[in-house]
């Protein structure tokens, strides 16, 4: 502005020498004014360097502590999950037991129902044989009773012949 101010004040003078020095004048404060501009627009690139320089130190911080929790999230994850895996596979176990277990017990009871059946058949099998002894002694006794009372009648029949027998020699 003052180079402006000074050449156009040279020029309405209409002082060659003013205009001249006005120019030099000019020229100089222009190249004062770049090399103001230049300084101002270095120093505002490099405050805008360290601050992109700050930030990224802030953020590759933020980005280690991140990485630091996501490191301590993934270690409590794998062991949440590790031990999930053991109770699962403890779980299987203790199933495959109580499957084995119950498959052994229906064996069991299978097995003691065949018992229960074949100890069924028996008695009803022992039943009928008691019955029909039952049935053969009843008749041995009626066969041994009148197999006595024959020999009670055979005794008097003998008897009575020895009588008879007995009168007839005497």
């Known amino acids: 502005m003052v180079s402006a101010v000074l050449v156009l004040g040279a020029l309405i003078a209409g002082s060659m020498i003013l205009v001249a020095l006005a120019a030099v004048a000019a020229t100089v404060l222009g190249a004062a004014a770049t090399k103001i501009t230049h300084s101002e627009l270095i120093q505002s690139r490099r405050d805008a360097a360290r601050d992109r320089a700050r930030q990224a130190q ?5 980005d280690e502590q991140r990485s630091a929790e996501h490191k301590e999230f993934a270690r409590s994850m794998a062991g949440r999950i590790a031990s999930r895996q053991q109770l699962i596979h403890e779980l299987e176990g203790e199933l495959s037991n109580a499957q084995r ?3 052994e017990t229906n064996l069991k009871l299978g097995a003691e129902a065949r018992r229960a059946e074949q100890a069924e058949q ?7 044989l008691l019955e029909d002894a039952e049935m053969r002694a009843a008749e041995a006794i009626v066969v041994v009773a009148e197999l006595e009372q024959e020999i009670t009648d055979l005794k008097a029949e003998l008897a009575a012949w020895e009588q008879v027998t007995l009168r007839k020699h005497a």
């Open 101 to 103: 277990k119950l498959a």
């Open 58 to 62: 802030d953020y590759r911080k933020l």
């Open 122 to 128: 028996r008695l009803a099998s022992e039943s009928a």
